[in-house]
């Protein structure tokens, strides 16, 4: 102790730190409380292949303070430090360095090179970390962490997924995901919060004759590359629709839209009806690049149309929006798909293939207005996500992908949560509250290459699954197993995993998961 004015508060905290180190104090202090009651502590793992910034700083001092706090209550609290080294900021870092711009470059480049250099990157800035985290005071165990890339790690997310999967909590679905064709991937509900930007884009109105009558249903999209996939115009039962005669042409929209969008025109009223007598009309299609199997071109009823905008009458195509993919399930609608993974039209859309669709909205707009068929175009300036990694817009896309059912257990979340000691308190009910009380199924799977395998394999003849769970386990379905293995791909992928049931081979779901 001494005057105030010689307090030099960096000096003395190296002062204490060295005391620390010297003295051993952090391991003694865990070790002269073992056989205590145990606080178990689970370290959320950095990601090592980034420098650590003054957030990082933040939440280290946090767990820190509570760590400390229970060993100061007589609590046995060891505690293991971890990194996480997988995921896509990593694949973006070596993507990058190698200079390769796509899936297909990886590909080409070899799975097995380009994961080696994922494992090469991660520990960029090890010695960054350790340092910020000896010299903010953070006591954890860092001489044995965990590495989310050791194939024991790895087998412990087997494990957990196998306790999901017995359970009946891991399935495949086919859901409208919030996708970045770029990355190539799925994106959380998280992820794409982070990433909305305002934009101003062409919204436009279009016409769709109707199949036995010369008149035309207007309705009004953001999206005009979507329009290639429509398979259906909803309306709300419950509202009313005039027909109205408006410089020559004979129109039907949402009264309420009406008195909108042709406030001070001249216009006749030639019919009123609701939305539900509307239901089954059939129009023309506007594209035909595929003509579906199931019935399509018609007017289906929805809860979901507003009147807050547009005309009352939405394009649907189950292919791109949520809704509009649970409107197509009720209706039993095609799923009319002409967008590839990478976010170009396919072969079969002669004109735009090989385009990314939002490149191809003005010449779809183009193209529709010489054919007569757009009313008008507005500028809009609406949120719009992008992806929060590469900037790409993203697309809503009906894909492929394994779920966690969170869904069927979130009662119990939102129960366990009642539990829970929160500070803040308003956090509780407030944003973790809403958080979980709404949690959706959780999309794990990934479309990459440096991550954790999901180890479902299937067999093609009989149709089994079989979801792994350990090491031993697959060592008794493969027909070889090395001594030395990395249980990354490509080695998952070229083992031969046997059928139980019909000795054929099975093929692994080729994901990894976040
Ligand atoms: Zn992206
Ligand atoms: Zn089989």
Redesign the pocket.
């Known amino acids: 102790m001494g005057n105030i004015a010689n307090y030099q508060p960096a000096k003395l905290e190296k002062e204490i730190i060295d005391f620390w180190e010297k003295n051993d104090i952090f391991r003694k202090s865990v070790e002269k409380r073992k056989g205590s009651k145990p606080f178990v502590f689970l370290e959320g793992p950095p990601t090592a292949n980034g420098t650590p910034h003054p957030g990082h700083v933040l939440t280290r001092i946090m767990k820190d303070v509570v760590l400390r706090y229970y060993t100061m209550k007589g609590f046995y609290v060891p505690r293991r430090a971890g990194w996480d080294t997988h995921g896509l900021p990593v694949e973006i870092e070596v993507e990058k360095k190698l200079g390769l711009k796509t899936k297909q470059d990886i590909e080409k480049y070899g799975i097995e090179k380009f994961n080696q250099e994922c494992r090469k990157s991660t520990f960029r800035y090890e010695n960054e970390w350790i340092e910020m985290t000896r010299r903010v005071g953070f006591w954890i165990d860092m001489d044995n962490p965990y590495i989310t890339l050791e194939n024991d790690y790895i087998e412990s997310v087997w494990w957990s997924l196998k306790q999901l999967w017995e359970k009946g909590y891991l399935y495949k679905g086919y859901k409208v995901v919030p996708y970045?064709?770029?990355?190539g991937?799925a994106l959380s509900a998280h992820e794409v919060a982070q990433g909305y930007k305002s934009v101003t884009e062409p919204s436009i109105f279009v016409k769709f004759k109707l199949k036995d009558e010369n008149a035309y249903f207007l309705a009004w999209t953001t999206t005009p590359w979507t329009l290639l996939s429509n398979v259906a115009l909803a309306v709300h039962p419950d509202e009313p629709y005039l027909k109205i005669k408006y410089r020559g042409e004979i129109l039907i929209l949402a009264e309420e839209r009406v008195a909108r969008l042709f406030k001070g025109e001249e216009y006749e009223i030639l019919d009123r009806f609701m939305g539900k007598e509307l239901e089954g009309k059939e129009y023309e299609p506007l594209f035909t690049y595929e003509r579906p199997e199931k019935k399509a071109w018609y007017v289906i009823c929805a809860d979901f149309v507003t009147m807050d905008e547009g005309t009352g009458i939405v394009h649907i195509a189950p292919a791109f929006g949520e809704e509009d993919y649970e409107a197509g399930r009720e209706y039993d609608l095609p799923v009319v798909q002409l967008v590839k993974k990478n976010g170009t039209f396919d072969e079969k859309v002669e004109p735009w293939k090989g385009m990314f669709v939002k490149d191809a909205d003005p010449l779809i707009i183009k193209h529709l207005e010489e054919r007569g068929l757009i009313f008008a175009v507005q500028d809009y300036t609406h949120d719009y996500p992008f992806?929060?990694?590469?900037?790409?817009p993203?697309l809503y896309y009906a894909m492929e992908s394994w779920f966690i059912a969170v869904s069927k257990f979130r009662k119990q979340l939102v129960e366990n949560n009642e539990t829970v000691e929160w500070y803040p308190d308003h956090i509780k009910h407030g944003r973790f509250g809403d958080f979980i009380s709404e949690a959706k199924d959780w999309a794990l799977s990934r479309n990459r290459y440096w991550g954790t395998p999901l180890p479902i394999w299937r067999c093609k003849k009989c149709g089994n699954e079989i979801c792994v769970g350990s090491v031993e386990e697959l060592k008794k379905l493969s027909k070889e197993f090395p001594e030395k293995y990395d249980l990354h791909k490509p080695f998952v992928d070229d083992l031969e995993v046997m059928c139980p049931n019909c000795n054929s081979r099975m093929e692994r779901e080729p994901y990894v998961i976040d």
């Open positions: 970045c064709p770029r990355c991937t992806c929060w990694r590469c900037d790409t993203l």
